[in-house]
């Protein structure tokens, strides 16, 4: 392009080109593929266009090119010495990361760009730039998000791992005649839970709330072989709730000689309205195993309940309960029949 390039031999466009196809930089490759397109009389804007780079990249290099060659297209950073985010510094930000300011003799309990550089400093020497610490962090993947509230079980550590290793046997060796199900309850909320979306620059997505909350709430059972779920819907979450679904559980499984259930301690799923069903000819089929206190991570039918908020709950428009629950049972019958159609 007269004016951007100085004139070129024919010596030096070969040198230049046979360089490029040497050239294994990615970012030196697309200074070399600037000036190669500026050589083939393209204009900047269609240079621009074509390597997918500001207009402005374009003159930069191009002038870096006629004051110093293919020399100045070669990143001057390389002077600067060793680099400072090494891969030491990542495994050091990595690990403070994963912890807490408090962690570190800090009063602000979460992170902040200007407390992980004054951190890491202490830990490792090094003090880069706010705008370095955010490139950093996209290096080691990490990302801002909610904590996850939690409550610790209360029972001692060797006693939850033997109640849980009981229930993985129980599942590694459940016998062909035998079913087991992760069992647990949830609640539908016609006031929408409100959750993460992608919205465009300058946008405030608004979710339309009823005003006036009103419940309805599921019982489910989630086949531990095949994933299928079983459920039952409920205005209160009480006794009769989990009774129902005990009951739907025989109906499903006319064949088999014993149904394992395991669940949480939740007070409707012990009381004696169920210790007195579990007594008849047909409760001597069911057999309930609670799992440790406060331990949702480890019942599996949780995550389908996730799903189901993900999928259906979450920012939802319905004005009526009736509207929101045809859509609850929609996603999980086409659940169960994507379900099917795999295992066939």
Not at 88 to 104: I, K, N, Q, R, W
Not at 232 to 243: Q, Y
Not at 299 to 318: F, G, M
Request: net charge positive; proline share 5%.
């Amino acid at each position: 392009m007269e004016g951007l390039l100085p004139p070129l031999r024919a010596c030096a466009k070969e040198r230049l080109m046979r360089n490029l196809k040497k050239c294994r930089d990615a970012k030196l490759r697309v200074r070399y593929l600037i000036i190669v397109n500026l050589m083939q009389d393209r204009s900047p804007m269609q240079t621009a266009a074509v390597m997918q780079v500001h207009r402005s990249t374009v003159y930069r290099v191009a002038a870096r090119f006629r004051e110093w060659g293919e020399s100045g297209l070669v990143d001057r950073r390389e002077d600067n010495g060793s680099r400072r985010v090494d891969d030491a510094f990542l495994g050091t930000l990595h690990e403070v990361v994963a912890g807490t300011p408090l962690d570190y003799d800090e009063l602000r309990p979460t992170w902040t760009l200007e407390l992980l550089v004054r951190t890491l400093a202490r830990r490792t020497g090094v003090k880069i730039h706010i705008s370095t610490m955010s490139v950093a962090l996209r290096l080691i993947r990490a990302r801002r998000g909610r904590p996850k509230p939690t409550v610790g079980c209360p029972w001692p550590k060797a006693r939850k791992t033997q109640r849980l290793r009981l229930i993985r046997r129980l599942i590694a060796n459940l016998p062909a005649d035998e079913v087991a199900l992760w069992a647990d309850e949830v609640d539908i909320h016609l006031n929408p839970k409100i959750g993460l979306d992608w919205m465009v620059y300058g946008q405030q997505k608004q979710v339309l709330t009823p005003g006036q909350n009103e419940k309805r709430y599921l019982a489910g059972a989630q086949d531990v072989r095949t994933r299928r779920l079983v459920w039952t819907e409920g205005d209160h979450k009480n006794s009769l709730l989990f009774l129902w679904l005990l009951w739907k559980l025989l109906q499903a499984y006319p064949e088999a000689r014993v149904i394992h259930v395991i669940l949480d301690n939740y007070c409707i799923h012990s009381t004696q309205q169920v210790k007195l069903a579990l007594q008849t000819e047909a409760g001597q089929r069911l057999r309930l195993h609670f799992l440790p206190p406060y331990c949702p991570d480890d019942n599996r039918i949780e995550r389908t309940w996730e799903d189901l908020h993900a999928n259906v709950t979450r920012n939802h428009r319905c004005r009526k309960m009736t509207e929101l629950m045809r859509n609850v049972r929609r996603y999980l019958n086409r659940r169960n029949r994507n379900l099917h159609c795999t295992a066939a």
